[in-house]
């Protein structure tokens, strides 16, 4: 198993790191140019929610952003030690109830399942929370 590692500021200027960060790292792995995207993008939709919601734009918390790679598993954990949400709470979108009204974001969670192959959550209260996003690399 390779791991890579990368710690950015609670900054939204600071996801073109990692977008790069992870687009580099999914090209290495092998994946084509449209997984590579798709990865980029569910990765931050991931910080931009740990950005918002977890740590309310502040500055001044950090997120940690590893990279697990193992026989065909591209798994990226993205950790914060902000504010829990429960996933289970989450319920999918009405895309035409959504679309019609011209809402605005949302859409993090919904957009993360349905590019990646994966989405997993360890919230734990007080301490750690992670998202896991897996994309398993077809031969």
Known sequence: MKTETIQIESRTERLIA????????????????????KIALAVDEACTNVI?????????????????????SFQIAIRDTGTQFNPS?????????????????????????????KVEYDIAPGRMNEVRLTKFLSR
């Open 52 to 72: 918002k919601h977890a740590y309310r734009f502040d500055p001044t918390k950090t997120i940690h952003v590893i990279i697990r790679t193992d026989n065909g």
């Open 18 to 37: 990692v977008r790069e960060f992870v687009s580099d790292a999914a090209r290495a792995f092998g994946f084509p140019d449209e997984d590579v995207s």
């Open 89 to 117: 709470q989450l319920h999918p979108p009405d895309m035409k109830e959504y679309l019609s009204h011209y809402r605005r974001g949302g859409l993090g969670v919904y957009l993360m399942k349905s590019l990646m192959d």
